[in-house]
């Protein structure tokens, strides 16, 4: 009753939200914004508490965690496998000490013009981020605010405790101190960019505790640094969780797990709990019974893996009871990514990325996830990773001794979401055939307009592609140009988007999947998908698509788009590759290495066109497209107008 009074009365913004989290947990808005307000004037009439290493810990003992959570905080470094990462290790270290990173595609120097040695500043504008209340409004945006937040998760004070661990040298623990006090010192506590967003509270936390762990027989005198630290975000952390009134994703994942292991690690009972209480409602809430986040994007599914993971960990070292619910999740979760993975480990960049880890205990490619499902194989007791572990994240965590690998499926289907994984060797195709995000009725949050579209790699090259996500905040126009239906390789009605763009993370409901049917015979499999999304044009659209994989080296891949509609339409389709076609005549097409792309039936005005993709953050590279216009047939005996388009894909194996 609650919404159907209220729903012409919101935004398209809010009635997603309605829609998505029920009547009850909507109307929780008015105190979570009134908490907020209180928080943010408590902010204006106390005087704020400037930074100190005993601000809410003088204890310089080690936790009880250290030493017992990350295998290499016990290994040798004598021992083969870690001696072979040494040099990798100490290089990385030695960077990060001079204050050189990598960040979003940028090579960011601390110490240099325009940080000058502060962890605030915006690399571009060189102003500082807002000082006031992490509670308050942000203020003047003066850059892209994943810059601070990427430094500020301080991930290098894990590779100076891996440092440590192979020298022994006081230098390497006082680095790791000097450069967390130094940010921390920039402004009060819960002042500044660097307190504001629980997310990247819960990441540094996690960094702070592999720090501790990793360097747990260095001097004392860094665990008192440490252990203030990791109480005051918790405080901070506690305070800023993300609200249940609002449509939550993997952020409150990693803010219950980060809360949970830091209250392991300050062995306070109420944090564990309360962290562990919140993550439990939230998995119920965001898994869909395939074990897939309902956010939309596939390259965060390792993000929560981690979360979880590394939790498990820390429950197990200190002698915690894991949940059960906790392991189930970690299982699904694990088995859903591996049914995605090629042979390498890899997952396509459907939906949204922006290169986030929880530790950098290596630099596996951030679409390569075969060490994090080496490192759930170990703990769950099942073999999930395709390939050998060739990083050192798995070696870390777990240790060099792991599981078998896992075969990959010929044909793996997650039901609720909607996602396709087909594997022939060195041949992988997937199709998205699910909900943009947040389940059929939320506002897409970290998904893309790709629903029916079809994803083709070759031994992991791109020949049909997903363009990626590039930036959220850099540039708005490429980031709406990114995730739209043009950018797919789908069809595209009267140049309208299959669910209409809302903000940066807003794509507005309209779009819901069709019922997904799966065939198998011989050596083909049959996928029939559709949606909805263009009904709302109000000229009685009807769409469904039927891709064909078939053969074992050459492979035929065979796609039938059928729309249909009582007035007429234009409907379009878009084949992009990060490779280059060439036109051999009006119905036939090849790409590098021979492949070759036929049409059988009639298009219209086929070009070719450049088009941009990304599969890293800050990196943009090019690709091209073929777009053709299906044209109409009329339908005898009645006013239905139907549009085929057929085509035809022959891949030839990698020489």
Not at 119 to 144: C, M, N, T, Y
Not at 267 to 291: A, M, S, T, V, W
Not at 400 to 409: D, G, R, S
Not at 466 to 477: K, L
Request: some cysteine.
């Amino acid at each position: 009753m609650l919404a159907r009074l209220t729903t012409p009365f919101l935004s398209d913004y809010h009635r997603m939200v309605l829609a998505t989290v029920g009547p009850w947990r909507f109307l929780g808005k008015l105190p979570s914004y009134a908490l907020r307000w209180g928080r943010q004037w408590q902010a204006g009439v106390c005087a704020p508490q400037p930074w100190s290493p005993t601000l809410f810990s003088n204890d310089a003992r080690p936790s009880v965690l250290s030493g017992h959570w990350l295998f290499g905080a016990r290994a040798l470094p004598s021992m083969p496998k870690f001696a072979e990462d040494r040099r990798r290790v100490l290089a990385r270290a030695e960077k990060a000490r001079l204050g050189i990173f990598e960040v979003n595609g940028q090579v960011v120097e601390v110490n240099s013009p325009p940080y000058n040695g502060r962890w605030d500043v915006d690399p571009v504008s060189g102003k500082r981020w807002h000082q006031g209340s992490a509670f308050a409004p942000l203020g003047e945006i003066p850059g892209d605010i994943r810059f601070p937040w990427e430094l500020d998760r301080l991930h290098h004070l894990v590779w100076f405790g891996q440092a440590w661990r192979y020298t022994l040298s006081q230098h390497w623990a006082d680095v790791g101190v000097n450069h967390l006090e130094q940010m921390l010192s920039e402004a009060p506590f819960e002042h500044g960019i660097h307190w504001r967003d629980g997310l990247q509270l819960a990441v540094r936390i996690y960094s702070l505790a592999a720090f501790a762990d990793l360097s747990h027989d260095a001097p004392t005198d860094i665990h008192r640094h440490i252990n203030n630290a990791v109480a005051a975000h918790a405080h901070a952390l506690a305070r800023q969780l993300s609200p249940h009134s609002e449509i939550t994703n993997n952020h409150i994942i990693g803010e219950t797990c980060g809360l949970a292991l830091a209250g392991i690690y300050l062995q306070r009972q109420d944090y564990l709990h309360r962290g562990l209480r919140r993550l439990r409602l939230e998995l119920k809430r965001q898994l869909y019974p395939d074990g897939i986040p309902y956010e939309g994007s596939v390259p965060y599914i390792r993000f929560d893996l981690d979360f979880m993971s590394l939790l498990v960990l820390a429950l197990n070292a200190c002698q915690n009871e894991t949940p059960s619910w906790l392991r189930d999740s970690l299982v699904m979760m694990g088995r859903a990514l591996a049914s995605l993975v090629d042979t390498r480990g890899d997952v396509p960049p459907i939906g949204d990325g922006d290169d986030a880890r929880v530790l950098r205990l290596d630099e596996e490619p951030y679409l390569t996830v075969n060490e994090s499902l080496h490192v759930a194989s170990k703990i769950i007791g099942e073999p999930l990773a395709p390939a050998d572990s060739t990083g050192s994240f798995a070696l870390w965590v777990v240790g060099p001794e792991l599981l078998a690998t896992k075969p990959l499926h010929r044909t793996s289907y997650l039901p609720h979401s909607g996602l396709v994984h087909i594997n022939r060797g060195e041949l992988d195709v997937w199709l998205d055939c699910g909900p943009t995000g947040y389940g059929l009725s939320g506002p897409g949050g970290h998904g893309h307009n790709d629903t029916t579209a079809i994803v083709v790699h070759l031994d992991g090259n791109a020949l049909l592609h997903d363009p990626g996500w590039f930036t959220y905040y850099g540039d708005r126009n490429m980031r709406d140009q990114l995730r739209s239906t043009g950018a797919h390789n789908t069809v595209r009605i009267d140049s309208q988007e299959q669910a209409r763009l809302g903000g940066i993370f807003e794509i507005i409901d309209d779009c819901k999947p069709a019922a997904v049917r799966i065939r198998e015979f011989g050596n083909a499999t049959a996928i029939t998908c559709g949606h909805t999304g263009y009904s709302r044009l109000g000229k009685g659209v009807t769409y469904r698509r039927t891709i064909v994989v078939e053969g074992a080296g050459p492979w035929r891949i065979r796609a039938t788009d059928r729309v249909r509609s009582q007035a007429p339409l234009r409907v379009e389709s878009h084949l992009g590759s990060d490779l280059s076609w060439t036109a051999l005549n009006h119905s036939e097409w090849s790409l590098t290495g021979g492949h070759a792309l036929r049409f059988r039936s009639d298009c219209k005005d086929v070009r070719m066109i450049e088009v941009p993709c990304s599969r890293r953050t800050g990196f943009l590279g090019r690709g091209t497209a073929l777009e053709w216009v299906i044209p109409a047939r009329n339908m005898a005996g009645g006013p239905e107008i139907s549009y085929i388009s057929q085509w035809e894909m022959e891949v030839f194996p990698v020489n």
